[in-house]
C-alpha cells in the first residue's frame, strides 16, 4: 500500500524540469511510482528538499517492493529493510513542488532500475510479479442510501461519481500498476439497474452490458455509498478484471467524519486487491473463478471469521491491520471496537478460520481460536 492515503500535497505550479529522470521501458512501467508525496522540514530550504527526496525515494522504493511481491512473500521482504532505495534509482520527475524557507512539499515520479530490482529480489529468493496485465476499465460510481419507506426505485440509487471518490481514482497511480486501469465515468447509457444487478446479486448479465457499452469485456464497477447512520463507506468491486468475474465488497469506517480521507483508503486498498488477484494467477494461487473474487474455489458463500486482535501499541494494530487487509483473498472486512490494546474485526475468508489461520501464519502473525472467535497478535 502506498504510504499517502494519497497524501495532502499542495500543488502550486506544474513543474515540468527533471531530475535525472529515465522513462521506464514499455515492458517496465511497473517500476515506476507515480504522483508519490514528500514532505520534509529542516534548517533552510535545500536541506529541507534533499531530505524530502531522499525520505521519498526510500518510501517509495518500500512501495515498489509490495507492488511487485505477493502477499505471501511479504515475509521475505523483513530481509530488505536495509536497503537503501537510492542505490536503485534511476531518476525521479517533479509533478508539482512548493517550498518556505524550512519546508519542502511535493509530487514526484520516481523511476526504479527494473534489472537491478529483479536481480536483488532474486538474490533474497523473494517471489515476484512485474509482468502488467491487460489494461481493465474502471468505472467509479456513487450509490445513494435508498430513503425510508421506499418511494425511490433501487435502481435510481446509481448515480456517475463525483467529489473524492472520482478525483481520488484519477490521482491513483493506476497507469504503472500490475493492474493497469483507465478510469472512465458512468456512461448516461448504462442503466443503473444493470449496476444494481451486479452488485446485489452478482448476475451475469451486467457484463455484457458494460462491454458492448464500454468497448471491452474488462469492465469493473467501482461503487461508494457512504452510510452516515452506520458512520461507514461500503465499496463494491463488480465486474470483470484480468483474472475473472469479481464481486467484492468491503466497509470501512469514517474517521473524525472525513468522508474524503475514507474513500482515499478504500480507492487505494481496492487497487490492492486487483493486483493481488492478478499476482495470485501468476504464481498458480488462483483458484477457481466464484464471483466474490475467485479465490474460494467452489464458488460458495466464504465464511464469517471473527478475529479479536491483540496490539501494544496503535503502531502495531495499524502494522497488522494492513497485513491483514493486503490478503487478496480476504473480503467483508469489518472493524468494530478498538481500544488501547485490542479490536474486534469481521472478515471474510475462503476455508475460514483454519485457513486464514494458516495464511496469517505466514505473514508473520499468530491466530489462535478463542471461544466463538480467533485470537491474532504479532509473532515476531
Not at 435510481?156 to 504503472?176: H, I, K, Q, R, Y
Not at 474513500?263 to 495470485?280: D, F, H, T
Request: hydrophobic content about 40%; glycine content about 12%; proline content about 5%.
Amino acid at each position: 500500500m502506498q504510504r499517502r492515503i494519497l497524501g495532502l500535497v499542495c500543488a502550486a505550479a506544474t513543474v515540468l524540469a527533471t531530475s535525472g529522470f529515465v522513462h521506464a521501458a514499455p515492458g517496465d512501467k511497473a517500476f515506476t511510482i507515480a504522483n508519490y508525496p514528500v514532505d520534509a522540514t529542516a534548517k533552510d530550504a535545500v536541506a529541507a528538499k534533499d531530505k524530502a527526496i531522499a525520505d521519498g525515494q526510500q518510501a517509495a522504493f518500500r512501495s515498489l517492493l509490495k507492488r511487485l511481491v505477493p502477499v505471501t512473500g511479504y515475509q521475505g521482504l523483513e530481509r530488505l529493510k536495509a536497503v537503501k532505495a537510492a542505490d536503485y534509482v534511476d531518476g525521479f520527475a517533479i509533478r508539482s513542488e512548493q517550498n518556505s524557507g524550512t519546508r519542502y512539499i511535493a509530487s514526484l515520479d520516481f523511476n526504479f532500475d527494473a534489472n537491478s530490482v529483479r536481480q536483488l529480489l532474486q538474490q533474497q529468493g523473494v517471489a515476484f510479479v512485474d509482468k502488467q496485465a491487460e489494461p481493465v476499465i474502471l468505472v467509479p460510481v456513487l450509490r445513494q442510501s435508498p430513503p425510508t419507506g421506499g418511494g425511490k426505485a433501487a435502481g435510481a440509487e446509481f448515480s456517475v461519481a463525483t467529489g473524492p471518490w472520482s478525483t481520488t481514482w484519477s490521482d491513483l497511480d493506476v497507469a504503472n500498476s500490475l493492474t493497469p486501469l483507465t478510469v472512465t465515468p458512468l456512461k448516461p447509457s448504462v442503466h443503473s439497474d444493470a449496476i444494481a444487478s451486479r452488485v446485489a446479486a452478482g448476475q451475469d448479465g451486467p457484463e455484457r452490458i458494460l462491454a458492448t457499452e464500454y468497448g471491452s469485456e474488462k469492465v469493473v464497477v467501482a461503487v461508494a455509498e457512504v452510510d452516515k447512520a452506520a458512520g461507514r463507506v461500503h465499496i463494491t468491486l463488480a465486474g470483470q478484471d484480468g483474472v475473472a468475474p469479481i464481486l467484492w465488497k468491503r466497509s470501512y469506517r469514517i474517521t473524525d467524519n472525513d468522508v474524503a480521507y475514507t474513500m482515499e483508503l478504500a480507492a487505494v486498498i481496492s487497487l490492492g486487491v486487483l493486483e493481488g488477484r492478478w499476482k495470485a494467477m501468476q504464481n498458480g494461487e488462483f483458484s477457481g473463478t466464484a464471483a466474490g473474487g475467485g479465490f474460494d474455489g467452489g464458488g460458495g458463500p466464504m465464511p464469517d471469521v471473527l478475529l479479536d486482535v491483540q496490539f501494544r501499541s496503535m503502531t502495531e494494530w495499524n502494522e497488522i491491520r494492513g497485513r491483514i487487509l493486503d490478503l487478496p483473498t480476504v473480503d467483508d472486512v469489518r472493524v468494530g471496537n478498538v481500544s488501547a490494546s485490542s479490536a474486534q474485526v469481521m472478515v471474510k475468508f475462503p476455508g475460514g478460520g483454519p485457513a486464514l489461520a494458516g495464511e496469517l501464519g505466514r505473514q508473520g502473525l499468530q491466530m489462535q481460536q478463542s471461544g466463538s472467535g480467533w485470537q491474532v497478535r504479532g509473532g515476531y
